[in-house]
């Protein structure tokens, strides 16, 4: 694609120096096919056209040459040109910027990643301790004891310490995130609210759910579902409701309305000691295989150091077969029905992901590329790793 350079004036893009020490531009591989140029586009992310360039896209920090008189390090806008070069034989990507008055439309800077995708997992989901679980106010009813509240209407609430206008986010319980103490280690579980199983005992006193024997709780996940505020204080207090995607039920549990703003742009890098067996909980939308832009759960969170901006390759655990080659089954080689034949396969890369936001013992990522589909159970380890 040919322009008018006129107008134009060579820039180069600082992304952060600090990152420069977490990965050296040595390490980085260049894609074979990649293009000596790239304009950029409405709706290409970093990590987009990172993947032109390089075989790991989150090493992008390593090859943005760095210039300070560049304020923000993050604003590459549709328009501008993107060249490879060379400085001291180390691959270096610029910008050659486009001036504001020839700037395509829209006039906003490319994402990090499509945080449209994930807008709804920064502000919507909460995981919070058993100890915090166990003191929320919750919906006791609606009013006329109606099963559902929608906008306008009032709903009933205890345990809440508000005063009029207070305003309350309205969430529902969707997992109970868990950890099983055994003889042979930990391993990992989670529980769809409202179902059960034997691990997994529903107290009914206060409609609070605990961990069953030899269970230590991870977290609890809750979901936006409104958004209330007090019109009546007191033992049990009158809410309104004020809007939101679904209807408040009995037996929801309210939140303190959190003014956190999430960092849009994230540093990646890889983790320095990665948790033993950290793995995929969930998927988003209860759906059973996650691909390319799906949001899953983690094992993990800010307790054990995992953060934003981590980056992780998935794998999927190996399974255990029989060698019927050598050792068929129910023959003198097998030892009649002994494990003798028991082959472990390896675990295989499927896909990479990059955590978003984190909790204290659970975290939220995206998937951002993949062979394969991602299932519940998936481990995560360094992104340079294949097998």
Known sequence: MKRNITGLKLTVLIIALAWLSAVHAQDVQLRADHPQEYVVVKGDTLWDISGRFLEHPWQWPSIWQSNPQIKDPHWIYPGDQISLIYVDGQPRLVINRVAPEIRELDGKPIDAIPFDLVDNFLVKPRVIT??????LPYIVANNETRMNAVRGDHTYARGISGEYGTEYVIAELSYIYQEKIGKHGTKTVKHKAGTRMNEYVPARDKGFLRAGK????????????ARAKVVKSGDTAILEVLGGKRAVKPGNYLLPVESHAYERYFHPQAMDNIPPELKVL???????????????????????GVEPGHVFSVFRPGKTVNDDVKFPKGSAASGW?????????????????????????????????GHRTVVEGDLLRHPDTRF
Do not use: C, I, W
């Open 130 to 135: 058993a100890a915090e679980f166990e003191g």
């Open 214 to 225: 030899n269970m230590r709780v991870l977290g609890y996940e809750l979901y936006e579902v």
């Open 282 to 304: 969930t998927l988003s939308d209860s759906m059973h295989r996650a691909g390319h832009y799906r949001v899953v759960a983690l094992s993990s969170g800010s307790s054990e």
């Open 337 to 369: 029905g002994s494990s003798k034949g028991a082959v472990q396969l390896p675990d295989e890369r499927v896909g990479m992901l990059l955590v978003f936001r984190s909790f204290e013992n659970v975290s939220y990522g995206l998937l951002l590329k």
